[in-house]
């Protein structure tokens, strides 16, 4: 029986792939043994629900953590030891890193004890963690061209970010209204900066007949509620008119993606993974404090392939935000340019590729490094 172990954790950026990735597993090879071997964060929780088994294995951050990094030597020592143990009881088969703090130490042991690796690098700008893991493991997965040489070039392959199913069929889906449909995603926690933005902008996109659809982030969800209630209600009704529709956190995000005209994001790189999927052109405010800034580099990479406009966070305090929203929403033409452009810069089936080449690493035990 093949036995596969897949590692990460800390942000849905790094779990998200990684639980798409077992689910594509599953459906290749429904004989498999999928494990999930992650840190104390949401990762345990999002596992559980998606029905895989799961070891907790202690970790935490190394860089920019000051003085709290000194105790670094001592849980990396006691994971180590704990996943040594745990793939000695039962020798998986493969082991897949996908990033963050959470994700090296399995593969680090791995490693050491011969077992076949690989890693899946979502951003354009790779994590320490990955960089170092790239130059042991079997096989690197990328997502963007490795333009600066980040990986051995003989074991790297662009797969592209695997996303969770479904996302992809919304490609081509007419969204519902008259073409003045605006998504807004600051990730899976929400982004202040964003939310504010579109507050201030929302009344002259409710005038130019644009509906809006904020994934507003659950920490800050009752402040975005009190104010969008106050803009409300200073509006007229008007039956059949535009929306505001204000919600903390979006299940269906292939419904979401079908709905949009254009989408309003941060650049992480499950969101331009899953926006590309759907086809959907995009205008991008990057998080300015990501790690080496990947996020201006991940939405650098879309404006250039002509799928999006990018936006500085800070100079959103000075940028007519509606005035740019409402304009790409009026250009037909351009917005139909850029959901092709976007189209053609996605990977749709990631996942798939990710998962047929774990089970033909699997099998190979590991090939030449």
């Known amino acids: 029986m093949t036995r596969i172990v897949l590692s990460t954790g800390g942000t849905g950026g790094h779990i998200f792939p990684a639980l798409a990735v077992a689910e594509a597993l599953r459906a290749r090879c429904p004989e498999a043994e999928v494990l999930f071997v992650g840190g104390q964060g949401p990762e345990g929780a999002l596992a559980t629900k998606a029905g895989l088994p799961f070891v907790g294995l202690p970790a935490s951050g190394v860089f920019g953590r000051g003085i709290r990094a000194l105790a670094a030597p001592f849980w990396m020592l006691r994971a180590f030891g704990l996943a040594v143990g745990l793939f000695s009881r039962n020798r998986p088969d493969v082991v897949a890193g996908f990033g963050g703090y959470a994700g090296f130490i399995p593969v680090a042991a791995a490693t050491i004890m011969g077992i076949p690796t690989a890693i899946q690098e979502q951003n354009s700008v790779p994590g320490v963690t990955n960089k170092i893991l790239g130059r042991f493991v079997n096989r690197v997965f990328v ?7 980040a990986f051995p070039a003989g074991k790297t392959e662009r797969l592209g970010n695997p996303i969770r199913g479904g996302i992809a069929a919304s490609r081509g889906v ?3 209204g008259q073409g003045k449909n605006l998504l807004v995603l600051g990730g899976s926690q929400g982004a202040r900066a964003i ?3 579109v507050a201030d902008s929302l009344p002259a996109l409710l005038d130019a007949g644009v509906t809006v659809r904020l994934q507003v982030g659950r920490a800050d969800f009752e402040r975005m509620r009190d104010r969008a209630a106050a803009i409300m209600a200073a509006r007229p009704e008007v039956p059949g008119g535009p929306r505001f529709i204000l919600e903390n956190f979006i299940e269906d995000m292939a419904e979401a993606y079908g709905f949009a005209d254009l989408v309003l994001a941060r650049a992480g790189a499950t969101t331009l993974a899953e926006a ?11 998080f300015p404090f990501a790690t080496h800034d990947h996020q201006s580099v991940n939405a650098d990479y879309l404006r250039r392939a002509g799928a999006a406009v ?3 966070q800070k100079d959103l305090p000075g940028h007519d935000l509606a005035a740019l929203v409402i304009g790409l929403l009026n250009d037909t033409a351009r917005l139909g340019a850029m959901a092709r452009a976007s189209a053609a810069a996605a990977l749709p089936q990631a996942a798939d590729a990710v998962a047929t080449a774990l089970l033909q690493l699997a099998a190979s035990k590991g090939g030449a490094k």
């Open 174 to 176: 007419k969204p519902q």
């Open 143 to 149: 997502t963007y061209p490795d333009e600066g040489g």
């Open 276 to 286: 590309t999927a759907a086809g959907k052109p995009c205008l991008l405010i990057p």
């Open 195 to 197: 939310n504010d933005a």
């Open 310 to 312: 990018v936006v500085a």
